[in-house]
């Protein structure tokens, strides 16, 4: 870190512990100055990266103060009373008219599933596509189908060794972004009728891949501190014959939950012992806040029985829809299945990505784009602290780009939606997040979509709504 991101690093940590407590005031750049032997400007760059992620306020005249604690945090999820049930799903009606009514390019799209194109290297990126196709080779649109591009190959899997975790190159097969990888994923190990563990809050999209495969869900609840309940996980394996569980360990969507490692390998161990495949969707992981990218269940695995999702989209390349997955000893279903329907991604996309990979700067680019996500999501939750009702609660992921409210108990999330539409503002409300339609006063919020000065308007916006319903 540079010496201005190492002293704002500190004096959060101050503010974390308690050290620094609410309203009290932060020493003055003169003071920390001195104390940490750095010149005034460093101590200045500190105190507007604290102040942009709303750990810290200035007052005229009157120098830095620490702000008020963030609201508190959604609490550990309830274990369901009674068995696990299974449940028909019935959802894509829903999700079609919510994302339905938030096209309109004026609208601030706080409802969105994905970051803005502003935060990516568009232009550079856009180099690697011209010199991928000037310089392709022409047998290299039909040498590695399905698979993929080798040299993109080589690159997700120097990216799984940066992740600390181990991959047989021959397991990656490139697909068109990672909701196709995790399709093909769930079509290899599954046949209409057959039993899917799936999170509760989950992915919608998940949620609409069973309903067109014609398979029943089973609902695991999500801990917004620690991901899936594996004791409940456990229960539903006893009780019905699962053949498949769709889990993001890493920055779920819509909680943000994340598992530890300790619980990530557990996890792999249950689902081994049970010989039932896990699809991890992990299309989140490094666009982590901390210091080092959290590893995937796929880390823990030394069976094959975990197919890991992958894409670009989310942090480089939106629009170019290339993704991957790492599929274990189902490798060759996937390949398959692939070769059955869309045979491969786009070509000169892989190329180009492959591209930026080796030449581009990628993780200057990460660091980069994880910050501006977490400055982001500081302006959210000092907004939210600030203006919504007292009792609304809120997650606290430490990466992603999505937050997840719990409103106060009898709020219509669905109404809220229509309201907010009202105002040129999307929301996404808990009900698209569920095969049995619950979480009727939650929505989630993307704070990665809009420009960042529309954020705090639009949550002004939303806590007047909020307070009306």
């Not at 695991?220 to 053949?243: C, M, N, S, W, Y």
């Not at 039932?276 to 080092?292: A, N, Q, R, T």
């Not at 170019?320 to 996937?334: C, H, L, T």
Request: with cysteine.
């Amino acid at each position: 870190m540079k010496r201005y991101e190492q002293l704002a690093h500190d004096i959060a940590e101050m503010i974390k512990s308690g050290v620094l407590v609410p309203g009290e005031r932060v020493p003055s750049v003169r003071h920390a100055s001195r104390t940490y032997g750095v010149s005034a400007a460093t101590v200045y760059q500190a105190y507007y990266l604290l102040e942009n992620r709303g750990l810290i306020r200035s007052r005229p005249r009157s120098g830095y103060f620490v702000c008020s604690q963030p609201r508190q945090s959604l609490p550990s999820v309830q274990r369901p009373s009674g068995s696990v049930a299974s449940t028909v799903v019935d959802v894509s009606e829903l999700v079609f008219t919510v994302l339905g009514s938030v096209r309109d390019p004026g609208i601030v799209p706080l409802g969105s599933a994905f970051p803005s194109p502003a935060l990516f290297p568009m232009q550079r990126l856009s180099k690697s596509l011209t010199k991928a196709t000037r310089q392709m080779d022409p047998d290299a649109t039909v040498a590695h189908l399905p698979a993929g591009s080798l040299d993109l190959r080589r690159q997700i899997a120097q990216r799984y060794s940066i992740a600390r975790t181990h991959v047989d190159f021959d397991e990656l097969v490139v697909t068109s972004g990672a909701l196709e990888a995790l399709n093909l994923c769930l079509q290899a190990v599954t046949g209409p009728g057959d039993y899917v563990a799936v999170e509760s809050p989950a992915f919608y999209a998940s949620l609409q891949a069973l309903e067109r495969l014609n398979l029943k869900a089973v609902e695991i609840p999500v801990d917004p501190d620690g991901g899936a309940d594996l004791q409940v996980l456990q229960e539903a394996l006893a009780r019905h014959p699962i053949k498949a569980c769709w889990f993001m360990t890493s920055f779920q969507n819509p909680t943000g939950a994340s598992m530890p490692d300790e619980k990530k390998s557990a996890l792999v161990e249950i689902l081994t012992k049970n010989q039932v495949p896990l699809i991890e969707d992990d299309v989140y992981s490094e666009l982590y806040f901390g210091s080092e990218q959290p590893r995937p269940a796929k880390a823990f695995d030394t069976d094959g029985y975990v197919m890991h999702c992958g894409s670009f989209s989310k942090n480089l390349a939106p629009g170019y829809r290339v993704g991957w997955v790492a599929a274990g000893r189902y490798a060759r279903q996937v390949e398959r299945l692939r070769l059955m329907t869309t045979l491969s991604a786009s070509t000169p996309a892989q190329i180009a990505i492959a591209d930026y990979l080796q030449f581009g700067g990628f993780d200057r680019h990460l660091r980069k784009l994880r910050h501006q996500l977490e400055v982001r999501q500081n302006v959210m939750r000092v907004a939210i602290d600030q203006y919504f009702p007292d009792t609304t609660r809120v997650s606290r992921p430490e990466g992603g780009y999505f937050l997840w409210l719990e409103l106060p108990t009898g709020t219509d999330s669905l109404e809220f939606l229509k309201r907010a539409l009202a105002q040129n503002i999307s929301i996404a409300p808990g009900p698209i997040f569920s095969a049995k339609r619950a979480f009727g006063n939650c929505i989630r919020l993307n704070y990665g979509a809009p420009a960042e000065a529309a954020l705090v308007p639009a949550i002004k916006e939303l806590s007047r709504i909020a307070h009306c319903i």
